[in-house]
């Protein structure tokens, strides 16, 4: 059952239709049912109005002939008008058949072999009566009508049965019927029509968006020309809007380019020139310390490398929202423990601060992780590098604050100046004395935070030395609740 | 120690293969996952070093057919994918550590001898960490050839770091280990212990760093 619905999802989904096409053709399948229910009507109007107008000369050319017959020498006595037959010549072509018949009854004069006779029981007084019937293979339509003869000798009902082919009424329905579909048609014709330009401007928004967005490159920063049309005026703003975005990220995306191209081919390029310098020595043993100097600089140049594609990454992955509860207490733990072994060899002390209480929050733990670590090896690098005598101190802290929790890493190093604390977060940017980093490590902090809705804070340490802050949303039960939904 | 590298690219596996060689290491370098298979499969080795990206099968697979084998092989990974998931995922298939490309050679030197050390203190008595030798049935702990003087307590206490280098380690766990439940002690007897043993060891590749609000991690830099 299943597979049958999504069998047919996907069928109806996978095909492409023309709305215009799909239009026309409902408004068209509904006229003709239109059309079709009409027509009965005209036909139906068309006989009723035809039997009418001559059903009348029948009647008015009966009675006429019941004129005619008269009681003379105690016998019937029939001598039919001619006027009667003057009124039957209004349907020229048709043929007239008649019968009489006699009070009892009995036949007196006309054709003898009429479909139908009169009935004994009727009376004078009814009305005439109508009947359909084929007579010498033709339609012919009688009228059947009764007089009453009241002479002493000869008394009782004389009927007249009046046929006449139906030429000339078939011929006026047709003409009413033609005349009523012609009109009817030609108002259907006209309303597709109307129908069809209708639909052609109501969607010629359409076609026009699409020509201006294919003159233009997307890449250009062109904005859709202003529309008078309320309708389509959301749509081109929208286009305008989601076009800007993309084009920002662009320029972003360009400026980081540019910028890692020069901070990489920078870095390659000092340590090429120290290896050529190296290769062309006269001195067949190269020097150590030039060696030491090309490790040197080779080390920034990876270290950069590795910021660059962990920055490219945070903003990759900050765009996918793969987030996952955090404890950010095991969290914290698991960071220093990896930072205590790899600064074991240096004569930086460590502090952890934890929290009063739990703080989970929902994140990207890698994003995290790489964020933390690049601040913790800044704290580390120029945290402690200007102070030889005392002991570096590097203190990670837990709190939470209001409705964030704050990890802050803080320093006893020389910090930076408060005037220079935003410059230090843009890339590339180095504050200070600092001349080994690449410039980065803040700046992915940075991208971190602001993927998890969260902002990094720079400010002075009590340690004396730089205090980051990362002030990240914390989870609360109710959330946490429907995260796990 | 003998070391299996399992490396495609042939400078990087030179420079390594003659790092080891002049550090007084017997390392072997094969290209693929299916030779390291092979040679795995009739010699001993003390651990492998593997690389992810392997033409043919990859680093991970042969990883995790080492585990489903239960072949306790300690292993290091070599990374150089962007994602850094892959870290995650090595660990979580059974690695015993990573490291990512570019590496000082040094580095990954100090890291392989850190398996090493961690797996042979489970089946051996001697503990060799850097310079300091300690011997877990005769409790005698050397720097160099010098055989140092401890407190049964200092001696219990350099035992419970050595066999959880890089680990951290609470005041609870270090008191749990050196008294029994009747034991009354006072939280800086701990203190006082840590800071005769770092005293006495001075000198020695062990550091044992106090992280204040955490604990203590003890680290060979060697």
Request: glycine fraction near 4%; include cysteine; aromatic fraction near 6%.
């Amino acid at each position: 059952m299943f597979t049958i619905k999504e069998h047919l999802k996907k069928l109806t989904s996978s095909r492409m239709y023309s709305l215009r096409q799909k239009m026309l053709t409902r408004t068209a399948l509904l006229m003709c049912t239109v059309l079709a229910i009409l027509s009965v009507g005209v036909w139906h109007y068309a006989n009723t109005s035809a039997d009418y107008s001559y059903d009348r000369l029948l009647s008015s050319a009966s009675v006429t002939m019941l004129d005619g017959i008269n009681v003379a020498k105690n016998k019937v006595h029939i001598d039919l008008p001619y006027s009667a037959f003057e009124i039957l010549q209004l349907a020229p072509e048709d043929k007239v058949y008649y019968a009489i018949y006699g009070p009892n009854g009995d036949f007196l004069s006309g054709y003898s072999d009429l479909p139908l006779s009169p009935s004994v029981t009727e009376q004078a007084s009814t009305q005439p009566r109508y009947e359909l019937h084929f007579y010498k293979q033709q339609k012919v339509r009688f009228i059947v009508r009764h007089k009453r003869l009241s002479e002493r000798s000869v008394a009782g009902n004389v009927s007249i049965i009046l046929g006449q082919t139906t030429i000339a009424r078939d011929e006026q329905m047709r003409d009413t019927l033609y005349a009523a579909l012609t009109t009817l048609m030609a108002v259907m014709a006209i309303a597709l029509l109307v129908m069809w330009v209708a639909i052609n401007r109501a969607l010629s928004p359409l076609s026009w968006l699409s020509s201006q967005l294919v003159s233009q490159s997307p890449m250009e920063n062109g904005r859709l020309p202003a529309t008078k049309i309320l309708e389509v005026a959301p749509l081109t703003h929208a286009i305008n809007n989601y076009r800007q975005q993309w084009l920002d990220a662009l320029v972003a995306m360009r400026d980081f380019i540019a910028d890692a191209s020069h901070q990489i081919r920078t870095a390659q390029a000092t340590t090429k020139a120290q290896l050529e310098i190296a290769l062309s020595s006269k001195n067949e043993r190269v020097d150590k310390k030039v060696v030491e100097a090309i490790y040197q600089d080779h080390t920034k140049l990876t270290r950069l490398t590795n910021q660059l594609l962990v920055h490219a990454t945070i903003v990759h992955r900050g765009d996918h929202q793969a987030f996952t509860p955090i404890d950010m207490h095991h969290f914290l733990q698991d960071i220093i423990t990896y930072a205590v072994r790899d600064y074991a060899h240096t004569n930086i002390e460590f502090e952890y601060v934890p929290a009063s209480e739990n703080i989970t929050i929902l994140g990207d733990e890698i994003v995290l992780k790489e964020a933390l670590r690049n601040v913790i090896d800044n704290a580390v690098a120029h945290g402690t590098s200007d102070r030889s005598t005392t002991h570096g101190v590097i203190r990670i802290s837990l709190e939470t604050y209001d409705l964030d929790c704050r990890v802050c890493i803080e320093d006893n190093g020389q910090g930076i100046p408060e005037n220079q604390r935003m410059h230090a977060l843009e890339r590339f940017v180095k504050v200070g004395t600092n001349t080994q980093g690449s410039g980065l490590g803040l700046a992915i902090a940075q991208s971190a935070a602001l993927s998890h809705q969260g902002r990094l804070i720079l400010s002075k340490s009590e340690l004396g030395g730089l205090a980051v802050c990362f002030s990240l949303p914390r989870l609360t039960e109710t959330l946490h609740a429907s995260s796990n939904h | 120690m003998r070391v299996l590298l399992t490396e495609d690219n042939e400078g990087l596996a030179n420079s390594i293969v003659h790092y080891f060689t002049e550090n007084g290491h017997a390392i072997d370098w094969v290209s693929s996952a299916e030779k390291a298979d092979s040679i795995l499969a009739h010699d001993e080795f003390d651990m492998l070093i593997l690389d992810v990206n392997l033409p043919g099968k990859s680093g991970f697979e042969l990883l995790s057919s080492l585990r489903i084998r239960k072949n306790p092989l300690p292993v290091l990974i070599l990374t150089a994918r962007a994602d850094i998931d892959d870290r995650v995922s090595a660990l979580d298939l059974g690695a015993d550590d990573y490291l990512v490309k570019p590496f000082d050679l040094r580095e990954l030197a100090a890291r392989c001898r850190a398996l090493v050390r961690r797996e042979r203190g489970k089946s051996d008595n001697e503990i060799q960490c850097g310079n300091l030798s300690f011997n877990s049935a005769t409790k005698t702990v050397k720097i160099g050839d010098e055989i140092i003087e401890l407190r049964p307590r200092e001696v219990q206490m350099l035992e419970l770091f050595l066999t959880h280098l890089d680990r951290m380690l609470t005041k609870d766990d270090i008191a749990n280990r050196l008294y029994n439940f009747g034991e009354a002690y006072t939280p800086n007897a701990v203190e006082q212990i840590l800071t005769r043993l770092r005293k006495q060891i001075q000198g020695s590749t062990l550091i044992i760093k106090t992280v204040r609000g955490m604990g203590y991690l003890a680290h060979v830099h060697d």
